[in-house]
């Protein structure tokens, strides 16, 4: 049977955009009889707080989005990423970098506000140099030794997409596994096929499709998502208003009033119909997703005002 995920990060509320994305997972898994994961990515200790892990799963639930089996946390399987970490490390694919942000921007030169690879800079620091570095008190983080090769992943939605595997971060200098090794070690181990998720992560999949064939596993399909956007056109945060589930009670719309909306988003019911997620079910169809963005910020969208059905907009 395939598997899908969910894989939110509990640093706050989930806003429509991650509900949205959840439901969006949830249904490509479901049409295709796959088991449903959700994975609480909460290795950031700063940003991640347990109180918001609950919150998301009962968010998640009041919508009738379910999992199977027992959600899994990063923080507690901190052992199998170092255990990734000394399989790449054995074939000579590591090494500890001691750049700062700084350093690394000074040294590339990224147009359009592109992120330019990491130069390379510590790829062949002497011993003495290391040792220098370290006697002053700064902490390597540990980077993959890429050949640079190019991957191409054929999402889902998007097509196929282009990328380099170059020599990103493992393992951060405060010692937690990075995102990007992480996600790969997880994708695999829990033999997610299907990984379904917001696309500001599209150009994040040859990386880690190409680290996933390091590892000896076969990378997982892709379908990127569009985002939904606040009126200002930017990712939909916090200020844009009434965009969680709560702020959405709040203002008189029903956890049944969300997935409507949701749905409707996504071109599979009317913004006022009333749902299940089985109805949903039942219209799916990948292939007439919208490819746009979703721009919240109408004042329905926000009241979700009685009888009043909220504008859906393209930028
Ligand atoms: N944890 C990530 C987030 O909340 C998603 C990672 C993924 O789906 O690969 O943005």
Redesign the pocket.
């Known amino acids: 049977m395939a598997v899908g995920r969910f894989?939110?990060?509990p640093t706050g509320a989930l806003h429509l955009g991650n509900l949205r994305t959840a439901m969006l997972a949830w249904l490509f898994a479901r049409s295709t009889s796959s088991r449903f994961l959700v994975r609480m990515?909460d290795l950031d200790h700063v940003v991640a707080r347990p109180e918001h892990e609950g919150q998301q799963l009962a968010d998640l639930a009041s919508l009738g989005v379910d999992w199977d089996g027992t959600v899994v946390r990063q923080s507690e399987r901190w052992e199998r990423y170092e255990a990734a970490i000394r399989l790449l490390a054995e074939q000579g694919l590591t090494y500890p970098c001691f750049c700062t942000r700084k350093e690394i921007q000074a040294a590339v030169s990224a147009p359009h506000g592109e992120v330019a690879p990491y130069p390379g800079t510590c790829r062949r620091l002497s011993s003495s140099a290391q040792a220098a570095h370290e006697a002053v008190g700064r902490r390597p983080a540990l980077r993959l030794r890429s050949d640079g090769a190019s991957v191409v992943v054929d999402d889902l939605l998007c097509g196929p997409v282009r990328g380099l595997v170059d020599d990103f971060v493992l393992r951060r200098n405060d010692g937690v596994p990075a995102y990007n090794l992480a996600?790969v070690v997880d994708d695999c181990g829990q033999g997610i096929e299907q990984?379904v998720?917001?696309d500001d992560?599209l150009t994040s999949s040859p990386r880690q499709a190409g680290l996933a064939h390091l590892l000896g596993f076969a990378a997982p399909s892709y379908a990127h998502v569009p985002l939904v956007l606040g009126p200002s056109g930017q990712r939909l945060a916090k200020r844009d208003g009434g965009v969680t589930l709560a702020d959405q009670q709040a203002l008189g719309r029903s956890a049944e009033g969300v997935r409507s909306l949701l749905g409707a988003s996504v071109g599979l019911c009317e913004p006022n119909e009333p749902v299940t997620m089985a109805d949903l079910l039942e219209r799916f169809e990948p292939v007439r997703l919208p490819r746009q963005p979703w721009v919240w910020g109408q004042a329905a969208d926000r009241t979700g005002a009685a009888g009043e059905a909220p504008r859906l907009s393209r930028p």
Do not use: F, N, T
Request: aromatic letters at 0%; charged letters at 20%.
């Open positions: 894989a939110p990060s990515e996600v990984v998720r917001g992560l």
